[in-house]
């Protein structure tokens, strides 16, 4: 099959036998007489479906019991509004690391509720690194500290987590879950778009303490937004975003049967070195990032002009790499690297740079 | 294949041809080299799909140019709180016709908002018919009269518009939409959930006049509840429900070639007259609906006894009729009849009833 490398910064590319098991069941259900996408959500096959889910997210993660698991609509930017009304009251203090434009726009949102403080910021240098914060910076009264996991247009990670004393701690990883380990225990709230990692765009996981669960919240608070009632519920209030869960749940299988985030983890770290070390060695390509800070999954790269950045894409376009182009606020190139993209991948990617600086164009 | 009769209130059956589709093109898409799960939203095929999704809708629907149409997340449910804070001001006065179940959600979750009144319920008589409005029955300062156009747990539907004078007419057609001609110009705001009629869980489509987009929000209005927002990012301020998107284009091609809502409707009151010419004539099965107020997509039904209606529904079961128990909080049966069902599922299920009634057990 005439098959792309598809390095979109989500939606992205699907391990191929998750794709082919969703095609071999999708009108006919493992033989229960439905699709999937007709199946009522409260029906036994789909229960079993979204438990499955539940429980194989729970193993390939490591999710202490402790830890509520809630299956959400809205993306990520939805959360950046239901954080602040789930834990703060209208007013209160947050805290916000500012390493890019989708912590930003948390913030943003987080202003629409009380006071959103930027704790720090690494606008100045281009948001080419991740600025260091310790306990101390925090304010004391903050009702959380948030970070932005994984900067998937800037192509910057925290390798190790802030510290955050006694406040809570809130992380996008919407970019990097699944992709490497996370210590859930280190975190309060977990949240992540699907469509990178996970599985498609239209699901939402947040992975949250239980005992963040139990304040009153303002009455104002849309029910839909209130994370208490999606954990008691089982993420079935309404109906859920059944096939995107279903989704999920293959690619959980997946990643458990290949042996678990760990050896995953490995492979795209394979990957991204092999991508990094060609840019490193690169006369023409260069890569901005602080070297301790470099994200595994979204590789930035810059050519010298726009002409050689437009020259470059349409060459590997050319030879079926799609997706390649920069975020509109950063430029140049970007490749990620998330979980479905194979090694070859990134083996015809360097592949290319090596010829573009021969000088070949196609 | 051994496809079952899924009777379900939604999600609910597809038709067949929109599921063959997309499993022929789930791994690769018209020989894209990709899955439309694998998409950048931004990609050009992408844009395509979703740009033929809403021409496709305005087509069918015969929606007017002053009208915008968004593709959201959420759920109906998730609209109950996005209209109070995009028609109305916190505190204002906004009328509701309580007409069942999720017509009285809609309302407690406006009263987060502003003042929600019940203009009219039909409670008392277990809300088995639609109570007429007239325009002085309403408050003369209400942001809006909020009608759920067909009441999915309790199988009544507004066949004629209730009065509204000025007042902007918002309405929940999630349980009708494309199963019969609805007159948008005759509304402010249409919205609904798209797996009944229009797909799949996980995609909320809102129609509405554009005229109500200008209003300045209040601040605290989260970003991504904000019609304006979505209207003017094309529904991609961020990754919209990219999949859930494709299969309701699937399904609108699909009315489009059998030649449009019309003719499904004109299907759907075929096998409604069906069901109900069997109840109405039977000894031991009842509707207690008005019959001036029966929906054509929902057919409540109830046997004499608990024992009965469980013996009934295990027939039907075993004759591969599924979901036909009612709701929770209605009880007895219910009989989903969207466009997916083929009349030979209708056929099916009379059969069923009148073998009931003579006396077989299976």
Chains 1, 2 share one sequence.
């Not at 809130?170 to 280190?186: M, P, Y």
């Not at 394979?270 to 070390?277: M, T």
Request: some cysteine; aromatic content about 8%.
């Amino acid at each position: 099959m005439n098959r792309v490398y598809n390095f979109s910064a989500g939606p992205s590319m699907l391990p191929l036998p998750v794709l082919e098991r969703a095609q071999k069941d999708l009108v006919n259900y493992q033989g229960v007489g439905s699709s999937v996408m007709e199946m009522s959500h409260r029906s036994k096959p789909y229960e079993a479906i979204i438990e499955n889910a539940e429980a194989k997210l729970r193993k390939i993660m490591n999710i202490p019991d402790d830890y509520a698991v809630l299956f959400l609509q809205g993306g990520a930017s939805m959360q950046f509004s239901a954080i602040p009304m789930n834990l703060a009251r209208q007013g209160d203090t947050m805290d916000y690391a500012v390493t890019g434009n989708f912590a930003n726009k948390a913030m943003q949102e987080g202003a629409r509720w009380g006071k959103a403080k930027a704790v720090s910021s690494s606008k100045e240098d281009g948001y080419h690194h991740i600025p260091k914060i310790t306990a101390d910076m925090l304010d004391k009264d903050a009702a959380f500290l948030h970070i932005t996991g994984n900067n998937t247009i800037f192509g910057t990670t925290y390798h190790t987590l802030p510290e955050h004393g006694d406040i809570p701690l809130v992380a996008d990883w919407s970019s990097a879950i699944l992709g490497k380990e996370i210590d859930v225990a280190a975190h309060d709230l977990i949240y992540a778009g699907a469509q990178k990692n996970m599985g498609i765009a239209g699901l939402t996981v947040v992975i949250i303490k239980k005992a963040l669960l139990e304040r009153e919240l303002d009455p104002i608070v849309p029910t839909m937004l209130r994370y208490r009632i999606a954990a008691d519920n089982g993420s079935m209030y309404n109906t859920p975003p059944c096939f995107a869960i279903y989704m999920a749940g293959l690619v959980f299988d997946y990643l458990d049967e290949i042996g678990g985030i760990a050896v995953q983890e490995k492979e795209n770290r394979r990957k991204a070195e092999l991508l990094y070390s060609v840019l490193d060695a690169s006369p023409v390509f260069k890569n901005p990032v602080a070297a301790e800070d470099r994200s595994i999954t979204n590789v930035t790269f810059f050519l010298p002009s726009a002409e050689e950045t437009t020259a470059f894409l349409a060459m590997a376009e050319g030879r079926g790499m799609t997706n390649l182009k920069g975020h509109k606020v950063a430029g140049g190139c970007r490749a990620s690297l998330y979980n479905g993209m194979p090694y070859a991948g990134v083996e015809a990617l360097v592949q290319c740079i090596r010829d573009f600086e021969n000088g070949l164009r196609k």
